[in-house]
T-cell receptor
Framework: DGGITQSPKYLFRKEGQNVTLSCEQNLNHDAMYWYRQDPGQGLRLIYYSQIVNDFQKGDIAEGYSVSREKKESFPLTVTSAQKNPTAFYLC????????????FGQGTRLTVV | DAKTTQPNSMESNEEEPVHLPCNHSTISGTDYIHWYRQLPSQGPEYVIHGLTSNVNNRMASLAIAEDRKSSTLILHRATLRDAAVYYCILQPTNYGGSQGNLIFGKGTKLSVKP
């Protein structure tokens, strides 16, 4: 089945450590996105990529980094510079950056301990 | 970016129709209206989208006002599984750079009572 997969579902990190969240899609989509969601809030855009080997900062990119070396993969690294990393992280993809539906993964819940 | 306004929360009884409103008074002529919903602890899922005419699919119907300044998502018979946060989002047809991104507000939290 085609879809978008995030792993792991739950992740615990010690303060000061970097951690990488995985996002893989087999939908042959060009565009991929990372969002952050805090309790009771909407989704905020961290980074987006409209094509392989290119990505752009979203509204809250500070403390995060991404890569897009393959069309199907868009990993997100939460660095130690991110001051409040505990949140629900969502990855999405869509066929192209236009009026098509976006498909979301099931999310990764990151907790800093 | 054109903005949308939705009520924070709504309640419905199971098996009754639900009308979820969205105001978008600054919508441009080429903006599509998209709806997504998010069940607890899950990623959002696409529901429906439209431009001018009313739209129907297996999940819901979308009624768009003649002046396009508002729209309504209609769930014809609410079930307990429809309890979710519903997001109304505008998407430009012609875009460049970041305009193709989906910008989520806080949405409407729908509660369904048995």
């Amino acid at each position: 089945d085609g879809g978008i997969t995030q792993s792991p579902k739950y992740l615990f990190r010690k303060e000061g450590q970097n951690v990488t969240l995985s996002c893989e899609q087999n939908l042959n989509h060009d565009a991929m996105y990372w969002y952050r969601q805090d309790p009771g809030q909407g989704l905020r855009l961290i980074y987006y990529s409209q094509i392989v080997n290119d990505f752009q900062k979203g509204d809250i990119a500070e403390g995060y980094s991404v890569s897009r070396e393959k069309k199907e993969s868009f990993p997100l690294t939460v660095t130690s510079a991110q001051k409040n990393p505990t949140a629900f992280y969502l990855c999405a993809s869509r066929a192209h950056w236009g009026n098509t539906e976006a498909f979301f993964g099931q999310g990764t819940r990151l907790t800093v301990v | 970016d054109a903005k949308t306004t939705q009520p924070n929360s709504m309640e419905s009884n199971e098996e009754e129709p639900v009308h979820l409103p969205c105001n978008h008074s600054t919508i441009s002529g080429t903006d599509y209206i998209h709806w997504y919903r998010q069940l607890p602890s899950q990623g959002p899922e696409y529901v429906i989208h439209g431009l001018t005419s009313n739209v129907n699919n297996r999940m819901a119907s979308l009624a768009i006002a003649e002046d396009r300044k508002s729209s309504t998502l209609i769930l014809h018979r609410a079930t307990l599984r429809d309890a979710a946060v519903y997001y109304c989002i505008l998407q430009p047809t012609n875009y460049g750079g970041s305009q193709g991104n989906l910008i989520f507000g806080k949405g409407t939290k729908l509660s369904v009572k048995p």
